[in-house]
């Protein structure tokens, strides 16, 4: 009864041909010999940039990041001068990348969120605006949006002599806001805070008081849905963030003081200089990026059934309330796996940095750096190492983001 | 037996891959041009003109070098490189020679791995400010902003110069000279400093040259040469010598109008040798005896070279100053042909 068909053959072993045509082991003979053929190719590109290093005379050593750079940078946000070592300048230009990416992201976000959300509005002008607006920076290579921002600010703004005083008490242009900002055609210098011991003191409670606004915010939110109590928030939000803060700063005599730009030999002295450099940078990655986020925020919002807002006008929600309590939240399920790869592109971009001269981590260890010291191997892996562990980082942060608001299936 | 024929293929192409990169002559003469390196653009040293066509006293010398080699002084593509881009263009062999206003240091002869063939310019960094600055000595220059060329040796001696001397700066890196020019312009910075014949040139084609001056202080040794890749011998004394041809005919007298006439014979053996009429130099390196002849009726002597693209009858108006030829005071002597 058993033995009908399909008798077992009879057992000749193991043969050779049955790796090609034994379906039982066809598909690992492929991979194996995909490997190989993969590990053979890499084994080669290697070999053969052994070889063309060695042809070349050159040995493959990070030993000059140990040695002395000798070259400026204009923004450093840790010490730096000539005498430190090539380590020491990726370090400046590496947080120079983070600190315009990390501006990027939040501009980005704001102006993405704002554009998306205005580009679906009833209102014909508001809505042709914002898809102009999408259209104009998704279509048009990010490098032009950052030679043009930074052209605009270095010819259509003054020069820093242009801010003198004559004898007859006139000047070519002055500062804004009661002398304390001042825009230039090297930068905008705005005052600066400079404070003692005391002064982080008042930070901390500053901090500590935003900390209280979201403890009370979800204290807020558990009354409502334990006792159906309302509770106020928006007014002890707004007492919590200026109340102890004032108090302290007023209690412990003014610790915290505005260091005023003045202008001063050739360029305006204190206060602190944002460099058009950064400020091109900038804007120019956060609108365009700001474009693509845009398209993806409203991607969301259209992906949400039109039900649901039907259903929050019938309990009676007014539309703005309806986008924020019940819209957006769904959409951000929708929006934010696109959103990680929109902060990761933002990241990358910053490195068109050069095209301004911002000095970031492309600039000095991928540029100067290269060029003083003639290691670009090793300093391109570097580079490359560090854009890859910052984009893994970001992608992992927004991971952990993207698992808290997607929706929960039990 | 298929993965090790390809093993094999692999094995071959890799070292095909490693060995390519030695006989630069044979690969220039079978391709029958010269891929020069050059500025991105510096009046007077390497410029493309009205019709598009590259010229200057840098292109002048890869297209000596192209009349020597090849018989055709035209037979030059120009690479236009950024001080950044320079060296791995040569490294990687996408130029065969680098005629760009680049300074022979000992790293870059040693370290990176070039051989520079010998100086054909001999300058010095300098400082250039607006004359309403009223700036008359680079010691003056504290807290103010510098435009810099980056990837050059004047970022490292600027560094050097305002550390000595105590005085604060801030730097507004730049990828070339035509940006550079955009932002002093612009004010967005109150100098820019390179080698002292670029602020020349720079300085030519500003509308109002008069409304700049160049600081006296000169910070820095710069000579300038070509340079080819280490390792290819035959190749860095065709450059060299082809230099050096250049600078003896001035020295003898050998110019454009009379290189034919004198190559039919002098009393003078020296110029005999230099134009292949007695001995046969040109075949102990691979050439025909009249190479230098060639590249001396192709773009002039070294004096010629200079007048025409650099000296004092051009807008840039660069005197001779240290490029004079030995005999007159200059740093210009080429060793003997013999």
């Known amino acids: ?410 | 037996m298929k993965t090790s024929v390809l093993f094999g293929a692999l094995t071959v192409a890799g070292l095909a891959a490693g060995t390519a990169s030695a006989q630069t002559l044979a690969d220039v003469q079978e391709a029958g041009v010269l891929d020069c390196g050059v500025a991105t653009g510096l009046t007077g040293f390497a410029s493309p003109n009205a019709a598009g066509e590259w010229e200057g006293f840098d292109v002048s010398f890869c297209r000596a070098v192209a009349a020597a080699v090849l018989d055709d002084p035209m037979a030059v593509n120009f690479v236009p490189t950024t001080g950044q881009t320079r060296f791995t263009a040569l490294a990687s062999g996408e130029v065969d020679l680098l005629a760009r206003n680049t300074t022979w240091t000992f790293s870059r002869d040693v370290d990176l791995g070039f051989e520079f063939v010998g100086v054909n310019y001999y300058d010095g960094q300098g400082f250039m400010v607006p004359r309403e600055l009223g700036v008359t000595s680079a010691r003056d220059l504290d807290g103010a902003t510098v435009c810099i060329q980056t990837g050059t040796t004047t970022e490292l001696n600027l560094a050097d110069y305002f550390r000595v001397n105590n005085i604060s700066y801030e730097p507004v890196p730049v990828e070339t000279n035509a940006e550079a020019q955009q932002q002093y312009l612009a004010n967005a910075c109150d100098v820019y400093t390179t080698d002292a014949s670029g602020l020349a040139a720079t300085r030519a084609t500003f509308e109002n040259p008069g409304d700049h001056v160049i600081l006296p202080e000169i910070i820095s040794k710069e000579p300038l040469g070509p340079l080819v890749r280490h390792g290819d011998n035959q190749w860095g004394d065709i450059a060299r010598w082809t230099l050096n041809a250049l600078i003896a005919a001035e020295e003898l007298g050998v110019t454009s109008a009379n290189v034919a006439e004198l190559a039919e014979g002098t009393d003078n053996p020296e110029i005999n040798r230099l134009l292949g009429t007695e001995g046969d130099l040109g075949a102990m390196f691979g050439l025909d005896s009249d190479w230098a002849q060639r590249a001396i009726a192709a773009v002039g002597n070294y004096g010629e070279i200079f007048e025409q693209n650099i000296g004092e009858s051009t807008p840039i108006g660069l005197a001779r100053g240290l490029n004079a030829q030995w005999t007159e005071g200059g740093l210009l002597y080429s060793p003997p042909f013999r």
Request: glycine share 10%; aromatic share 10%.
């Open chain 1, 1 to 410: 009864m058993s033995t009908t068909t399909d008798a077992p053959a009879p057992d000749q072993g193991f043969r050779l041909n049955q790796l090609i045509y034994d379906t039982r082991y066809r598909s690992m003979t492929i991979q194996i010999v995909a490997l190989i053929v993969l590990l053979t190719f890499f084994g080669w590109l290697i070999n053969n940039t052994i070889e063309n290093l060695e042809a070349l005379g050159k040995d493959f050593d990070f030993g000059f990041l140990g040695q002395r750079a000798g070259y400026d940078i204009n923004q450093v946000l840790i010490p730096y001068d000539s005498g430190s070592t090539h380590g020491r300048a990726a370090l400046v230009g590496i947080l120079n990348t983070l600190l315009v990416a990390v501006l990027g992201c939040i501009l980005a976000t704001v102006v993405g969120v704002l554009a998306g959300v205005l580009r679906l509005s009833k209102n014909w002008v508001v809505g042709r605006l914002m898809t102009v607006y999408v259209e104009a920076f998704r279509n048009i290579p990010l490098l032009l949006w950052i030679i043009l921002i930074f052209a605009l600010m270095t010819e259509a703004t003054p020069q820093p002599r242009a801010f003198l005083v004559d004898e007859s008490g006139n000047a070519d242009a002055s500062m804004l806001l009661w002398d304390s900002v001042a825009i230039t055609n090297r930068g905008v210098f705005i005052p600066a805070p400079v404070g003692g011991a005391a002064a982080w003191f008042v930070v901390g409670v500053f901090l500590a008081s935003i900390a209280a606004i979201f403890l009370w915010r979800r204290y807020a939110v558990k009354k409502l849905l334990d006792e159906g109590k309302v509770v106020p928030t928006l007014l002890p939000s707004i007492l919590l963030f200026f109340v102890p803060t004032l108090v302290v700063f007023f209690l412990l005599g003014r610790p915290i003081s505005l260091a005023y730009p003045e202008l001063g030999g050739f360029n305006f002295n204190g206060g602190i200089q944002v460099r058009n450099s950064l400020v091109a940078l900038w804007l120019a990655l956060s609108l365009y990026t700001g474009a693509f986020i845009a398209e993806i925020v409203r991607g969301g919002i259209l992906a949400i059934s039109k039900g649901q807002t039907e259903a929050a006008y019938a309990l009676g929600l007014r539309s703005g309330v309806t986008m924020r309590l019940v819209i957006l939240p769904q959409a951000l399920r929708v929006i934010i796996p696109p959103l990680i790869s929109q902060y990761l592109n933002l990241t990358k971009n910053s490195s068109l940095a050069i095209a301004v001269g911002y000095m970031d981590v492309r600039s000095t260890l991928g540029g100067i750096t290269i060029n003083q010291t003639g290691k670009e191997l090793e300093g391109m892996l570097l580079l490359g190492l560090f854009y890859l562990l910052i984009s893994l980082l970001i992608s992992g942060a927004m991971n952990i983001y993207n698992n808290r608001v997607k929706l929960k299936e039990r």
